[in-house]
């Protein structure tokens, strides 16, 4: 399922990437600061995480599993 729908298993890799990172990792690690939540700022971080990292994750392993 995740080859034959990579877009779809892109955007929501990322966007649990993205929220694993804000909500999990950076609270228990020495982080100074809290997670605000900036309408802007939150949007561009989601959008970047799912169309800049787990979509190209996601095609490439498509095109990768597609050589074997």
């Not at 080859?3 to 890799?13: D, K």
């Not at 990172?21 to 997670?35: C, E, K, W």
């Not at 989601?46 to 490439?60: K, R, S, T, W």
């Amino acid at each position: 399922m995740l080859i034959r729908h990579a877009v779809l298993s892109g955007i929501v890799y990322g966007a649990f990437i993205y929220a694993a990172m804000n909500f999990i990792v950076l609270p228990l690690s020495a982080f100074p600061g809290r997670f605000t939540f900036v309408p802007l700022v939150v949007t561009s971080g989601l959008l970047v995480h799912m169309f800049g990292v787990g979509l190209p994750i996601a095609l490439a392993t498509r095109r990768a599993s597609a050589r074997t």
